[in-house]
C-alpha cells in the first residue's frame, strides 16, 4: 500500500535547551508618610520602613538593592509626589525592575490608581511589585479574570481615608472656632507652648525679624528689599528656619532664601496681633476633590489668644501703605496701553546661565519717549543679588540674535536638502534601496512559508501522519523558524526606515523646510527649532538647537558616501 506523503519535512533531534541565568532585579524601595516625620519612635515612622525593606532585599538572592524613595509629609491619595516622580523616571530608563514597599497603604490609598499600576503599567514596564507586610509579588500572586486579588484591600484603604476625613473635619473644626491652634508648627516668629501644642508663643529666635520686617515696610521700604536685605543678612527664610530647628525634615526646604511672597506673608497676617486665623484651605479628600482655599469671609478667626508681636497702630499703618501702592498700581493700568503689547514668544525658552532657572521678561515704559520695551531679567538675583549675577537682556536684541541664527540654519538646510535628493537619485543610492526592498520582499516570504508550515502541523496530527513527540518537536522548531524570520524582517525594515530618516525623512529637514519661507522669527519656529537659550553675566548668548543629532547624522552620510557638504 503506498505511503501517504507528509506536508511537512522531518527534523533533526532538537537538543535540550540550556537553563536560562536566574534574573536578578534591580530593587528600588518607596517609603512615604502622609504627614512631616518627627522622628519619634514607635509609630510607622520613615526610618521604620527604610529599615523593613532594606531588610527584606537584603535577604532576597534574586534582588540586588538600587536606591531608596522617601516621600516625607506627602499623602497618599494621589501619586502628585517628587520621589515618586523619580522612582518612575528610574523605572522608565531600566535602573529599576523591582519595587518594594512596607504595604500597599504606603504606596497609595487610591485605588482605581494603585490598580492602574499594577495592572497595567508595572506589567507593560516588565516591573515586579512587592508590598511585604500584605505578602503580595506580583510574581506569584493570585490573579482573576479582573486582575490580582490583592488590589481590593486599596479600596478599604481609600474608604478609611476618606471616612476618617469626613469624621476629623468637625472635630478640627470645632478647635479652630475655639482658638486652639491645630497647625504640624506655627508660623514663623511663634513656637507650640511646651505644655500646650494648642497654644502658641513668641519665638525668642525669630519674633524680633518679624517686628523687623513690619518697621522697614513702615519705612516705605519694598517688599523686593526687605527679602534682599534678610537674604543679604543670612537670615534664614521661614522654611529653611523651620528645617534646621527639626521641624520640617523635607530636604526641599533646607536651601531656601526669602522672597517677596514670603514678606508678604507676614506683613498681611493677623496673627501678629494676637489672633488665631486659621481655615484659609480646606481638605476636599472626602468630598473626591483636591485641597482648596476659601474665601477670607469664610476663615475662622479668633482675637486675642496669644501674644500680639507688633501693635495695632503699626499693622495698620502697613495695611494703607499697601493699599495705597494698589491703588497707584491700578490707576497706572491702562496709562500705555496705547503702546500696546507684544506676545512672549520664547516662553520658557530663555534661561540664566548661572543658576539655570528661567528668565523672566519684564516689561518696561520710558515715558518720555512713549517707547514700550522689554528686558530678560534673572529673580534669583532679585531675590538675592549674592545668589547670581545680574542678568538684564533686551528682547529685541535677543529675537535679532535667534532670527540671524535661524535663518542660517534653514539656509544650510535647503542646501543639503537638495543634495539628499541627488542622492537618493544615484545609482549607489537606487542599488541600496532596491536591494533592501528584495530583502525585505525574501523575510516576508520566509516568514509567510514558516508561518503556512506550523498551521499545518495540527492537520497532520489529527489525521495520524506524525506522533505527539514529533507534532511537539517541529510546533517548537516552526515557532523558533517564525521568530526568527519576524525578527529579520523587523531588523530590515527598521534599517530601511532609519535610513530614510537620515535622508529624504531627516526631522532636521522637515522642520527647518516648514519655515522657510517666515519673513521674521515667530513663536512657532523658535519652539520648534529652539531647545534652550541661556544668558551669562556677559550677555553672552547661547543656544542650543533641536534636532543637531539628525542634523550631524546626515552630514556624516553625506560626507561617507562622496557628497561635497557645505559648512
Not at 119 to 132: C, S, T
Not at 252 to 258: D, M
Not at 307 to 319: G, K, N, Y
Amino acid at each position: 500500500m503506498a505511503r501517504t506523503k507528509r506536508k511537512v519535512n522531518p527534523i533533526l533531534p532538537v537538543a535540550a535547551p540550556a537553563e536560562k541565568p536566574k534574573r536578578v532585579y534591580h530593587a528600588g524601595g518607596y517609603v512615604r508618610l502622609s504627614v512631616e516625620d518627627s522622628g519619634k519612635p514607635g509609630a510607622d515612622t520613615i526610618i521604620n520602613q527604610r529599615e523593613l525593606i532594606q531588610r527584606y532585599i537584603d535577604s532576597q538572592p534574586d534582588m540586588q538593592f538600587y536606591d531608596l524613595y522617601c516621600d516625607n509629609g506627602r499623602t497618599g491619595t494621589n501619586f502628585d509626589r517628587p520621589e515618586f516622580e523619580r522612582l518612575m523616571e528610574d523605572v522608565r530608563t531600566g535602573k529599576v525592575d523591582c519595587i518594594v514597599v512596607k504595604d500597599l497603604s504606603r504606596f497609595g490609598r487610591n485605588y482605581r490608581e494603585t490598580g492602574n499600576y499594577l495592572e497595567r503599567i508595572f506589567p507593560l514596564l516588565d516591573v515586579r511589585f512587592i508590598a511585604v507586610n500584605d505578602n503580595f509579588d506580583t510574581l506569584t500572586a493570585e490573579r482573576s479574570q479582573d486582575g490580582y486579588i490583592v488590589p481590593l484591600k486599596n479600596i478599604f484603604n481609600e474608604v478609611y481615608s476618606k471616612d476618617i476625613s469626613r469624621k476629623l473635619l468637625p472635630v478640627f473644626a470645632a478647635k479652630q472656632r475655639n482658638g486652639e491652634f491645630i497647625g504640624a508648627w506655627a508660623i514663623y516668629g511663634y513656637q507650640k507652648c511646651p505644655d500646650d501644642h494648642h497654644r502658641i508663643e513668641p519665638d525668642l529666635e525669630a519674633a524680633p525679624v518679624v517686628r523687623e520686617i513690619f518697621q522697614w515696610r513702615l519705612s516705605g521700604m519694598s517688599y523686593q528689599n526687605i527679602a534682599r536685605k534678610l537674604n543679604e543678612q543670612n537670615v534664614p527664610s521661614p522654611a529653611r528656619y523651620h528645617y534646621l530647628k527639626g521641624r520640617s525634615k523635607s530636604e526641599r526646604y533646607a536651601n531656601t532664601i526669602w522672597n517677596v511672597r514670603a514678606v508678604k506673608n507676614i506683613l498681611f497676617s493677623e496673627v501678629y496681633l494676637g489672633h488665631m486665623v486659621q481655615g484659609r484651605k480646606r481638605s476636599g479628600f472626602s468630598e473626591g476633590r483636591k485641597t482648596y482655599r476659601v474665601p477670607k469671609s469664610e476663615w475662622i478667626i479668633v482675637r486675642n489668644t496669644h501674644e500680639p508681636l507688633v501693635d495695632e497702630e503699626t499693622f495698620q499703618a502697613v495695611q494703607q501703605i499697601a493699599e495705597k501702592a494698589k491703588t497707584t498700581y491700578h490707576e497706572r493700568q491702562g496709562k500705555y496701553d496705547t503702546l500696546g503689547t507684544t506676545p512672549n514668544i520664547l516662553r520658557k525658552l530663555v534661561y540664566c546661565a548661572d543658576c539655570k532657572r528661567p528668565l523672566v521678561r519684564y516689561k518696561n515704559v520710558n515715558s518720555s519717549k512713549g517707547k514700550r520695551y522689554y528686558v530678560y531679567i534673572c529673580q534669583s538675583h532679585s531675590d538675592n543679588p549674592v545668589s547670581c549675577p545680574k542678568k538684564y537682556f533686551h528682547e529685541t536684541k535677543l529675537i535679532e540674535i535667534l532670527w540671524d541664527t535661524l535663518q542660517r540654519e534653514i539656509a544650510l538646510a535647503e542646501n543639503l536638502d537638495k543634495l539628499v535628493r541627488q542622492y537618493s537619485k544615484s545609482p549607489k543610492a537606487v542599488s541600496r534601496e532596491v536591494a533592501v526592498k528584495q530583502e525585505i520582499a525574501a523575510a516576508k516570504q520566509s516568514l509567510s512559508r514558516a508561518e503556512m508550515l506550523y498551521d499545518s502541523l495540527f492537520q497532520n496530527y489529527a489525521d495520524k501522519l506524525m506522533s505527539e513527540r514529533e507534532y511537539t518537536e517541529m510546533k517548537r522548531q516552526y515557532r523558533s523558524d517564525i521568530e526568527r524570520a519576524q525578527t529579520r524582517l523587523d531588523e530590515l525594515e527598521q534599517r530601511q526606515k532609519d535610513k530614510r530618516q537620515q535622508t529624504t525623512e531627516n526631522p532636521w529637514l522637515t522642520v527647518c523646510g516648514r519655515f522657510k519661507e517666515e519673513q521674521a522669527l515667530t513663536e512657532a519656529m523658535a519652539h520648534a527649532l529652539i531647545e534652550r537659550v541661556e544668558i551669562d553675566a556677559e550677555n553672552h548668548v547661547s543656544i542650543t538647537l533641536r534636532y543637531q543629532d539628525e542634523y550631524i547624522a546626515l552630514v556624516r552620510l553625506l560626507a561617507a558616501e562622496g557628497e561635497a557638504v557645505p559648512a
